[in-house]
Nanobody
């Protein structure tokens, strides 16, 4: 089995920063894209940011200029640096890895207070 474990979530005031990390529990032959998604209560899951094995990034417009995604290909980890957080960023954040099979972490709560 493949497990993805997120860490770094928490409670922060608007304008603050958090750094999320995700580690894959075992080696995978090849991971193409890793990313972060989020889901707020009563809403569907939405893309936050993705990064390919070659370093190509994609961000949702709502986080461009504030969030930065990065990865370590050797360790199959992906991080999300979140700066200038806003209350609308409040959600459960999920790590994703695609091989093209898709694997998901358990989620980590991010709460931004105003």
């Amino acid at each position: 089995q493949v497990q993805l474990v997120e860490s770094g979530g928490g409670l922060v005031q608007a304008g603050g920063s958090l750094r999320l990390s995700c580690a894959v529990s075992r080696s995978i032959f090849r991971i193409n894209t890793m990313g972060w998604y989020r889901q707020a209560p009563g809403k569907q899951r939405e893309l936050v940011a993705t990064i390919t094995s070659g370093g190509i990034t994609n961000y949702d417009d709502s986080v461009k200029g504030r969030f930065t995604i990065s990865r370590d290909n050797a360790k199959n980890t992906v991080d999300l640096q979140m700066n200038n957080l806003k209350p609308e960023d409040t959600a459960v954040y999920y790590c994703n890895a695609r091989t093209p099979l898709s694997y998901w972490g358990q989620g980590t709560q991010v709460t931004v207070s105003s």
